[in-house]
């Protein structure tokens, strides 16, 4: 049995895939596979629900206990993607919140570090999502006091 959100995430794929220019490598690679999250994520929450322990998190139902693949909300504490040393491959312990920050990668290992760095887009979507949905509820539906 398949979970929603790595449905939504191989899905999403397909249609980046027919739909833009985005290479599977290097930094478009990493927007690539953001998109895929981000929209991965966007189906889970309208099928499921809100949760905020599952929506900013993806493929966290197939991996139980591991927190998932990726955090979307704390991506520099949470899974891990490759890097190199030397002519080998390994496995860094957390994914970039900002660009060229900890955790980036740009060697060969990984496409270009694809399935790490997508963690900068998938953190700007967090706090768009998260934080502006917030400040707009509260702008616009203050209860009185």
Same mark, same amino acid.
């Given at each position: ?9 191989? $899905? ?51 991996i139980i206990g591991t927190g998932g693949l990726r955090s979307l909300h704390d991506p520099l504490n949470s899974g891990?993607?490759? $890097? ?12 970039? =919140? ?6 980036? $990668?740009?060697?060969?290992?990984? =496409?270009?570090?694809?399935?790490? =760095?997508?963690?900068?887009? =998938? ?23």
């Amino acid at each position: 049995m398949a979970a929603l959100d790595v449905i939504g995430h191989e $899905y999403t794929h397909g249609i980046v895939r027919y739909s833009s220019e985005l290479s599977r490598y290097y930094e478009p690679g990493a927007l690539n596979e953001s998109f895929s999250d981000i929209f991965s994520n966007v189906i889970q929450e309208w099928v499921e629900g809100y949760d905020f322990n599952r929506i900013y998190t993806q493929a966290e139902d197939p991996i139980i206990g591991t927190g998932g693949l990726r955090s979307l909300h704390d991506p520099l504490n949470s899974g891990t993607h490759s $890097y190199e040393i030397g002519p080998y491959c390994y496995l860094a312990p957390g994914h970039p =919140n900002t660009y060229g920050g900890q955790y980036w $990668y740009d060697g060969p290992c990984n =496409n270009g570090g694809i399935h790490g =760095n997508c963690g900068v887009q =998938n953190y700007w979507f967090y706090l768009l999502s998260h934080f502006l949905s917030f400040t707009l509820c509260s702008l616009f539906f203050v209860h009185p006091g």
